[in-house]
C-alpha cells in the first residue's frame, strides 16, 4: 500500500527541489512561496495560496491560522526557510492538519540545502 496522496508529494517534491536548484538559498519566505505557486502551476498542479483556518475550542473559534499553500486540494505546503526542517514548523503544520480536512502535509525548508519533513493526521471517520 503506497503513501497517502504519495503520487502528488512526490510531484511536489520534484518541484521543491526545481525551485531551490533555482533560487538556491538567501531569500526571505515569500519569494520562495511565490516561486513554489509558479512552478506547480506549470508542473499541472492545482494551488491556493495562503488558506484562511479558523482554529477551534470546544466547538469555538478561538483564532485564525493561514496555509502557505494547498496543492490540489490534497496537501498543504509550510515553505520555511531554516538550515534544516525545525520541530516547530513540523508542530505548527500538524496543528493545521488537525484544523482542517487535509491529512497529508509537507514542511519544505530552503535553506543551502532543501529539505523536507511530510507530516500525517489522518482523521478518523
Known amino acids: 500500500m503506497g ?4 503520487d502528488v508529494t512526490v510531484g511536489i517534491l520534484r518541484v521543491f527541489r526545481e525551485v531551490h536548484d533555482e533560487l538556491r ?4 519566505e515569500v ?22 483556518v479558523a482554529v477551534r475550542f470546544r466547538g469555538r473559534v478561538i483564532g485564525r491560522g493561514r496555509l502557505d499553500l494547498v496543492v490540489n486540494d490534497l496537501v498543504v505546503l509550510e515553505c520555511k526557510v531554516a538550515r534544516a526542517v525545525e520541530q516547530d514548523a513540523v508542530g505548527q503544520l500538524l496543528g493545521y492538519l488537525k484544523a482542517t480536512k487535509y491529512e497529508v502535509g509537507l514542511v519544505l525548508t530552503f535553506g543551502r540545502r532543501p529539505d523536507q519533513k511530510r507530516v500525517v493526521f489522518t482523521k478518523t471517520p
Do not use: S
Not at 3 to 6: C, V
Not at 25 to 28: D, L, N, Q, S, V
Not at 32 to 49: E, N, P
Open 31 to 52: 519569494i520562495y512561496q511565490r516561486a513554489m505557486v509558479i512552478a506547480l502551476a506549470d508542473a499541472g498542479f492545482t494551488v491556493a495560496r495562503e488558506v484562511d
Open 3 to 6: 503513501l497517502l496522496h504519495g
Open 25 to 28: 538559498h538567501g531569500h526571505p
